[in-house]
């Protein structure tokens, strides 16, 4: 619970549909969450985050009037965001989903200024879900973070740090060029990681369900028996395999997490992974050493871990 000073810091994970909150207190712990639907537009989802915030904030001094001792101070606020980050300075680029224009936009500026003067620290939103899984699944070594959404992209926290690299690069492996006759990708490559293996792939290759919803079809039907959906997760299960091995022969982190809007499917998503990189390791004996297919996990459900995430990571 709050200590008797009532520092805390809140997390935002600002996404294409819905806005995440959190308040955190000084031992990483959720004091109060909120949600609300993003609006179109940087003024709005500045007035929004503002929202969630003091509403935050208004939730933790009703509980002080239940006995907790000392004001709550706001110590930052991490945000966490779908987007070209520049971590120096907190803008924010190409965040076309919120509707944010081509320029930079100086989100951290702008809500900083509308919070009271408070640090405000922008974060990429696979890198604060990488960070969020690392606060809440501690483990023993590196962690690398499988994001399988529209597109694919890893995060990685090594020796205790997010890596960002020189150009803030670090992790882009979906755009790993692998098939020079492969779909064309939006990066300008043909053939990349992405193409295969991201959630946009499999919904090009399984168009049922609804938007949306093509994964938790297809693993339906796979379950039901259907031969074409068994064959199209197969695919698509062997190029996210091939993601992790990228990872476990680059880093080789002790968990590798996989997240992103596919990730909804839990444990039958972790299943298929697992078999087909034991599939890619049966003539291998140093694959099958390697045992990745033991170090895929999966986020707890319905936490806000990129809010939280976005919260704890280091300014
Ligand atoms: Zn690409």
Excluded: Y
Aim: with cysteine; net charge negative; hydrophobic share 50%.
């Amino acid at each position: 619970m709050l200590t008797s000073t009532g520092t805390v810091r809140v997390g935002l994970d600002i996404g294409g549909t819905k806005i995440d909150g959190v308040a955190l207190g000084p031992g990483e712990e959720v004091l109060a969450t909120r949600r609300s639907p993003t609006p179109h537009g940087v003024v709005d989802v500045v007035a929004c985050a503002t929202a969630l915030v003091t509403g935050l904030l208004d939730d933790l001094a009703g509980g002080l009037a239940g006995g907790l001792a000392g004001p709550v101070r706001l110590e930052g606020v991490g945000i966490g965001v779908p987007g070209l980050v520049d971590p120096a300075d907190g803008t924010v680029r190409s965040a076309v989903n919120l509707g944010f224009g081509p320029g930079p936009v100086d989100l951290a500026g702008m809500l900083s200024v509308a919070v009271g003067g408070v640090p405000v620290v922008v974060e990429n939103d696979v890198k604060a879900t990488t960070w969020g899984a690392h606060t809440l699944l501690a483990p023993a070594g590196d962690l690398a973070l499988l994001s399988l959404g529209t597109g694919l992209a890893a995060g990685l926290v090594v020796n205790g740090e997010l890596l960002r690299g020189a150009g803030a690069a670090a992790g882009e492996i979906g755009h790993l060029a692998l098939d020079p006759q492969g779909h064309r990708c939006n990066c300008g490559q043909r053939g990349c990681l992405e193409t295969v293996a991201a959630g946009s792939a499999l919904r090009r290759d399984w168009p049922h369900g609804g938007e949306g919803r093509s994964a938790d079809h297809l693993f339906a039907a796979v379950a039901a028996g259907d031969p074409a959906a068994v064959a199209v997760l197969d695919r698509w299960s062997a190029g996210v395999a091939l993601a992790v091995r990228t990872l476990g022969l680059t880093f080789d982190p002790s968990v590798v997490v996989l997240a992103g809007g596919v990730a909804a499917v839990g444990e039958p998503l972790r299943r298929s992974v697992a078999g087909a990189l034991r599939r890619q390791a049966a003539g291998s004996a140093f694959l099958r050493g390697l045992a990745l297919d033991e170090r895929l996990a999966l986020l707890p459900p319905g936490r806000p871990v990129a809010a939280i995430g976005a919260a704890a990571a280091p300014a």
